[in-house]
């Protein structure tokens, strides 16, 4: 049976460069986020969105996502009405997925909410990949050419690593990509002689 890891980590953490590293490896890895963007844009959640959010809040047949954001980021009730869209629509469509991958004996799940979401309950394993809070606002700036209060607004919504580490079975350190890359392949290593055994 598939082994299914949960990999999460706060914004600018770098799990992304971690989930590619597995890639590299050779595992499979659903990208929830990436996946979520994508359903987001599907003739069902943009109905139920309209329904719920207003048509005020699209462009012709584009969701203006920025604006949809600037709401659920200012009104918890309005979160929680979004996130009861679109989070079973991604739990349908990974369920699918992991369908199209049952040959696969590990696959990786990576999600920037895991533990905020309730969904870590439903995985074998989890890592968690943590950052100093300093290096993870420079990055996400550079990134997404963004500012420090709105890095901080993010990083504030989300668990802190302390809460993640104390949760997790496995924690990758990211300060020095090799050495992060190192720390994944020995976790990998790991996993398989679990998987071997089970
Ligand atoms: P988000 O939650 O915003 O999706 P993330 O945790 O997935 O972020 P990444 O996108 O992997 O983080 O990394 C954030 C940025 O930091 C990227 O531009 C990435 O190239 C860079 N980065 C990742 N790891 C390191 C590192 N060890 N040293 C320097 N830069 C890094």
Same mark, same amino acid.
């Given at each position: 049976m598939t082994k299914i /890891? *949960?990999?999460? *980590? *706060? /914004?600018g953490s770098g799990k992304t460069t971690i989930a590619n590293h597995f890639r590299s490896l050779g595992i499979s890895v659903y990208i929830a986020d990436d996946e979520a963007r994508k359903i987001m844009q599907t003739p069902e959640v943009i109905d139920a969105i309209k =329904?719920?959010?207003g048509e005020t809040l699209f462009e012709g047949a584009v969701l203006k996502r920025d604006k949809l954001a600037e709401i @659920?980021?200012?009104d918890s009730e309005k979160l929680q009405q979004l996130n009861a869209i679109v989070h079973p629509a991604v739990k349908r469509h990974f369920k699918q997925w992991l369908l199209e991958h049952k040959e696969f004996p590990i696959i990786i799940y990576e999600a920037a909410i895991l533990f905020e979401s309730g969904n870590y309950k439903d995985f074998d394993s989890i890592i !968690? @990949?943590?950052?100093?809070? =300093? !290096? #993870? /606002?420079? #990055?996400v700036i =550079? #990134?997404?050419k963004t500012t420090r209060d709105q890095v901080l607004g993010r990083i504030n919504s989300q668990w802190t690593d302390e809460q993640r580490i104390s949760k997790s079975d496995y924690v990758i350190e990211n300060i020095d990509c090799e050495i992060a890359k190192k720390k994944t392949e020995e976790i990998l290593k790991i996993l398989r002689i679990k998987q071997k055994d089970s």
């Open positions: /890891i *949960g990999l999460t *980590g *706060g /914004i =329904e719920t959010f @659920v980021f200012n !968690s @990949v943590t950052a100093p809070l =300093e !290096s #993870r /606002i420079q #990055r =550079e #990134r997404d």
